[in-house]
């Protein structure tokens, strides 16, 4: 049945294969289970409820993508905007977490309607590479920027803006010692490097009592603080049509741009260099955004970190499906999620912002007209706290060089109507 409906033959893998790699996959992705949580709850959301919500909405959105599309890809929550969610549109802008998640579960919802009216072609197609490339380093910038401060190696300063933090405090000591050791266990291809780094830089904690300990297995807690209680009404205020517009386009281009390069490494593209069924799996992406919102949490999206079952020899849906019983089953650790201090989460996070730097290299640094918007898109992030912003600021910026350069016609109708909206936005608000 399962070599029938996966099609696990034609694909040159069998079930245990598949189980191996999507046991691979998870343990890369599990940082999510800690990391998530903690960041959401500086937004006031309940944490142990966000735990139980990353769980299932990882678990709903891999097992649609492995059921509905057949791809070897994992879902959940995604990192960058999980701290935009927070740090950018509750803790900066002011709005309640149950607006923000009306924004999530909006973006989703349209989401879901550009890929079933195939809409989204027009759009990734209009957008240029330079700013694609460009918003996935900038938050990459804005993950590492939250994690040295949560590791207290940087702080505010009222002069220089930021400064050096205490460097012989063992928060700090502890946060460098778990990046170097996730640095050096990635290197090494040790699965769940990631993974393995956040706990020993929590165990170090504990053990010099830097951190309590609250257990690693119990009843799963409730979910009911954050179940339905996204405000829908709230999220379609004026003020934030820009911010469900970044929700909705990091999503979008993140998915886009992870489901080919995951299926690059895996032979899955055909002879064009396309993915077949790309619209059932962006449909299943943009569904699990609109779960997950419900659910209690922030944007989930296709993880990268998918390579790795990959890589392990996952080639089909078994694959993801694997991964969702991995994360149903991770619900029982909701004590080990909450014994996650900041300070451990910090290494994976800048972790992640390292990995997602690379996207600079590809863009053509030999065009000033590609590489000055790119830029400042991906400085923009950082120096405002607002993912939004710097996608503004790229807009704006492309276009005005592109027109005043005499290249207009590199600068898509698209492009010109987004770069309008956001100049009027911030010219008004």
């Known amino acids: 049945m399962l070599d029938s409906y996966f099609k696990l033959s034609e694909n040159g893998v069998t079930v245990r294969i598949e189980v191996l790699a999507g046991i691979t996959t998870f343990l890369t992705m599990a940082y999510i289970l800690f990391v998530n949580p903690l960041i959401l709850a500086d937004a006031g959301m309940d944490r142990s409820s966000v735990f139980i919500a990353t769980c299932l909405?990882?678990?709903?959105?891999?097992?649609?993508?492995?059921?509905?599309?057949?791809?070897?890809?994992?879902?959940a929550p995604g990192m960058g905007l999980n701290a935009y969610?927070?740090?950018?549109?509750?803790?900066?802008?002011?709005y309640t977490w149950q607006v923000a998640l009306g924004g999530v579960f909006i973006s989703g919802?349209?989401?879901?309607?550009?890929?079933?009216?195939?809409?989204?072609?027009?759009?990734?197609?209009?957008?240029?590479?330079?700013?694609?490339l460009a918003v996935s380093s900038g938050i990459g910038m804005f993950l590492a920027l939250i994690a040295l401060k949560n590791a207290g190696i940087i702080q505010s300063h009222p002069e220089t803006l930021l400064t050096i933090g205490n460097m012989g405090a063992a928060p700090a000591l502890l946060a460098a010692a778990g990046f170097i050791a996730i640095i050096v266990l990635?290197?090494?291809?040790?699965?769940?490097?990631?993974v393995i780094g956040v706990i020993l830089a929590t165990a170090a904690g504990i053990v010099l009592d830097v951190s309590p300990f609250n257990g690693v297995i119990a009843t799963p807690p409730a979910i009911t603080p954050t179940f339905l209680q996204l405000d829908l009404a709230g999220a379609f205020q004026i003020g934030l049509v820009t911010i469900v517009f970044a929700f909705l386009f990091v999503d979008l281009f993140d998915s886009a741009g992870t489901l080919i390069g995951i299926a690059h490494r895996a032979g899955l593209l055909d002879e064009h260099g396309k993915l077949p069924r790309i619209r059932k799996a962006l449909v299943a992406d943009s569904v699990a955004t609109v779960a997950g919102a419900t659910l209690g949490t922030s944007t989930t999206t296709s993880y990268i970190e998918s390579a790795a079952g990959v890589n392990a020899g996952g080639r089909t849906g078994l694959t993801a499906v694997v991964v969702s019983l991995l994360f149903v089953a991770a619900i029982v650790l909701s004590p080990l999620a909450t014994t996650i201090p900041a300070y451990a989460t910090a290494p994976a996070l800048l972790f992640v912002a390292?990995?997602?730097?690379?996207?600079?290299?590809?863009i053509d640094w030999n065009d000033v007209t590609e590489y000055a918007p790119a830029v400042v898109t991906a400085l923009s992030m950082p120096f405002t706290f607002s993912i939004a912003t710097g996608i503004g600021f790229g807009f704006i910026?492309?276009?005005?060089?592109?027109?005043?350069?005499?290249?207009?016609?590199?600068?898509?109708?698209?492009v010109i109507v987004i770069s309008l909206a956001f100049a009027v936005k911030f010219a008004i608000l």
Do not use: H, Q
């Open 57 to 75: 909405a990882a678990a709903v959105g891999s097992l649609i993508m492995g059921l509905y599309a057949n791809y070897p890809v994992a879902l």
């Open 85 to 94: 969610f927070t740090y950018g549109v509750v803790l900066d802008m002011g």
């Open 109 to 132: 919802v349209l989401f879901l309607l550009l890929s079933i009216f195939r809409a989204r072609e027009w759009i990734i197609n209009a957008v240029p590479k330079s700013l694609k």
């Open 186 to 194: 990635n290197f090494r291809k040790v699965p769940g490097a990631i």
């Open 354 to 362: 390292c990995f997602m730097a690379g996207g600079l290299a590809d």
């Open 397 to 414: 910026t492309y276009t005005a060089i592109k027109i005043l350069g005499g290249r207009a016609s590199e600068a898509s109708p698209a």
